[in-house]
Nanobody, 118 residues
């Protein structure tokens, strides 16, 4: 019943900004961390950013720290990733994730493509 649907990806030039959205449903997401991961062709999926849904505590990969901001709208159960000063190396498929902090419950969205041109 849990569904995560990403949107907002696209093709933009280096130095520009993009905001990704993840519409989440099927849970209140208590005791969940919601986050973003990305995967480029030929590479492993990597962590980008994470937020504790209750406390709002955040965590970022070193590669995006200072450029990306993760946030959530509890009223609409929507997760966001504001991406500024985009670089070609940010090009990847971006996935929304919901992970229970204590139980073995983990969910993924279908992904949204982000492509950054030089």
């Amino acid at each position: 019943q849990v569904q995560l649907v990403e949107s907002g990806g696209g093709l933009v030039q280096a130095g520009s900004s993009l905001r990704l959205s993840c519409a989440a449903s099927g849970r209140t997401f208590l005791n969940y961390d919601l986050g973003w991961y990305r995967q480029a062709p030929g590479k492993e999926r990597e962590f980008v950013a994470r937020i504790n849904w209750e406390s709002g505590d955040t965590n970022y990969a070193d590669s995006v720290k200072g450029r990306f901001t993760i946030s959530g709208d509890h009223a609409t159960t929507t997760l966001y990733l504001q991406m500024n000063n985009l670089k070609p190396e940010d090009t990847a498929m971006y996935y929304c994730n919901a992970d229970h902090r204590y139980l073995n419950r983990n969910f993924w969205g279908q992904g949204t493509q982000v492509t950054i041109s030089s």
